[in-house]
């Protein structure tokens, strides 16, 4: 009864879109952690002049405009832009690059605040045990895993629900048969909402909304977690 609920193929085509929301946001914030993790450990482990504005810049930088984002993405990898021979234009390649500019404050300043919520003392305690920075390092990063973690999934997040800028860069895309190109999620929900196809948007955006709750309840049990983890 319930897989009666889409006309024919409209399963394949819901599937479709999912593989390709999941497949550009994990990948782009797979990219953003490489990338974010060990900067927020550079900026919690030092000290320089400027270190408050670059703090500053990646706090603000969680409230990026998406379609600015697109629109900068856009432009750099049109014919015309820096990066318009790699041919990058409207496809899932540019939807990861958006993806990971707007994931990547948000897992950067989030991961920066759980390093630097790790006590002096236990740094120090690393350090009296003959750690090298590395060592402290690896320390700081086990005692604020549920933080970094958390700032994993608060990026996913960012990503999977996404519209704007993954509009301007991928496009929309479906191929001849109905598959999802650079459809996804919420760009495929707001074509089902326009084209009054209010079945397959539901199901979609039922979906979605599983994702986000998943993701965001997964958070605040690591948070109520390492808050008990540090309380005791």
């Known amino acids: 009864m319930f897989l009666q ?28 952690t490489l990338v974010s993790l060990p900067v927020a450990l550079v900026l919690g482990f030092t000290d320089f002049p400027g270190k408050r504005v670059v703090t500053a810049v990646v706090n603000t930088g969680m409230g990026f405009p998406s379609v600015v984002v697109g629109l900068v993405v856009l432009m750099a990898i049109s014919n015309s832009g820096p990066l318009g021979s790699l041919d990058l234009a409207f496809t899932p390649t540019a939807m ?17 605040s759980a390093v630097e919520g790790v006590g002096q003392p236990v740094r120090d305690a690393a350090y009296a045990m003959g750690g090298t920075k590395a060592d402290v390092g690896l320390v700081v990063i086990k005692e604020a895993r549920y933080g970094i973690v958390t700032a994993v999934l608060a990026g996913f997040g960012r990503a999977i629900s996404e519209v704007g800028s ?7 895309i479906v191929y001849s048969d109905g598959q999802s190109y ?7 929900i707001t074509v089902e909402a326009r084209q009054g196809r209010y079945e397959i948007g539901l199901v979609l955006g039922a979906i979605l909304l599983v994702l986000v709750l998943g993701i965001n309840g ?4 690591l948070r109520s977690k390492g808050r008990g983890r540090g309380a005791s």
Not at 166 to 172: K, R
């Open 182 to 188: 650079t459809r996804t999620l919420t760009t495929a």
């Open 166 to 172: 993954i509009l301007i860069v991928g496009g929309n």
């Open 5 to 32: 609920v889409l006309p024919d193929g409209g399963w394949a085509y819901v599937l479709s879109v999912v593989i390709v929301s999941l497949y550009v946001s994990v990948t782009a914030v797979g990219l953003s």
């Open 218 to 221: 997964l958070g605040s049990w």
């Open 96 to 112: 990861i690059a958006s993806q990971f500019v707007l994931a990547t404050p948000v897992i950067m300043s989030i991961s920066l």
